[in-house]
Each structure stands twice: as structure tokens, then as C-alpha cells.
């Protein structure tokens, strides 16, 4: 790590396949530094923290590439949910490599931003992707409706159904 403040991910790898994350976080930046070793916080998700770091496990693997392309391509928040929903619902992963090269098509230069969502009301999880450009709003509306329009809506809806495309 560089400095205090700053935080590591490692990969836990087998057979080059991704089988689960290590977050690696002083203990004076979290509150991890409180709880006895190798408490479960949610063992659904089978996270556990000790006094230094915060191990995250999937699952099914997503494999080097896959994580790759997600990491090259979006800023990703909710790390975890976003890999357990991917490899509960692989067949979006190419979907995912496609969309930063539409987006670049129709926007311009963009940050795309990826998160995990569960809708209470459908009872269904989904991805969230928010690209950030620049222009006025009327013209990122007119580049989002050409972008629905002229390429997402071309793809099968039992892939687009399972991801959410905004501008903000």
C-alpha cells in the first residue's frame, strides 16, 4: 500500500478463474479494527472481516479477463453484489464489453459507472450503468434516446431486461 489511507484488492485465483476478492484496509480507516477475528457480518454472502482486512468470496468464479474488461471499462461500486449477480447471469458479460464502445459512439468520450440494484417493487436485481459526459442535458437526452433507439434496443430482451442505462 502506498500510505496509510489507501486500500488494496487482491484477487484469490485458482485454475485462472476468480474465486473470491481480499480487500485489504488499514485498520485505523475502518471500524473492522472493533470486531473480534473472523466474525461473520453476512454469511449469505460469506463476508467476514478480522482486524485488518475484509474477505469477500463468490460463489462461481468470473474469470481474470471477465474482471479485466469490468475494471477497464466501468467504474465499479458494490464489488461484491456486482460479481455474485455477473456469475448468477453470465451470458450479460459480453453484453458489458460491448456497451463502453456504443456508449463512445453516441456520447463521446464517457465515465460509465456500474452498480447492483434489487428493486424491492419487482422483486428482481439488476446492473445500473450511469454514464457521465459532458454537454447539456438536452443533448445527453437526445444521445440517450438515439443510443436506446439506434443499438441497445437491438439486443435480446432477456439481456437488456437485467441492466439499466442512465446519463447523470
Keep these: 500500500m502506498a500510505d496509510g489511507n489507501s486500500s488494496a484488492i487482491k484477487l484469490i485465483l485458482a485454475g485462472g478463474a476468480i474465486f473470491g476478492i481480499v480487500t485489504s484496509t488499514p485498520a485505523n480507516d475502518c471500524q473492522a479494527k472493533d470486531l473480534p477475528p473472523a466474525i461473520p457480518i453476512d454469511q449469505g454472502q460469506k463476508t467476514y472481516h478480522d482486524k485488518s482486512t475484509t474477505t469477500v468470496t463468490t460463489s462461481h468464479p468470473i474469470t481474470k479477463e471477465e474482471l479485466a474488461m469490468l475494471v477497464d471499462n466501468y467504474r465499479v461500486t458494490d464489488l461484491h453484489d456486482v460479481l455474485n449477480f455477473l456469475t448468477e447471469n453470465k451470458n450479460l458479460i459480453p453484453l458489458l464489453d460491448e456497451i463502453p464502445g456504443e456508449v463512445e459512439k453516441y456520447f463521446g468520450p464517457s465515465v460509465l459507472n456500474m452498480s447492483f440494484h434489487h428493486s424491492y417493487a ?19 437526452m437526445d444521445a440517450l434516446s438515439n443510443f436506446d433507439a439506434g443499438w441497445w434496443i437491438r439486443n435480446e430482451m432477456d439481456l437488456i431486461k437485467n441492466i439499466s442505462i442512465d446519463i447523470g
Design 122 to 140: 419487482l422483486d428482481r436485481d439488476s446492473i445500473r450503468i450511469n454514464i457521465s459526459s459532458e454537454g447539456d442535458s438536452n443533448s445527453l
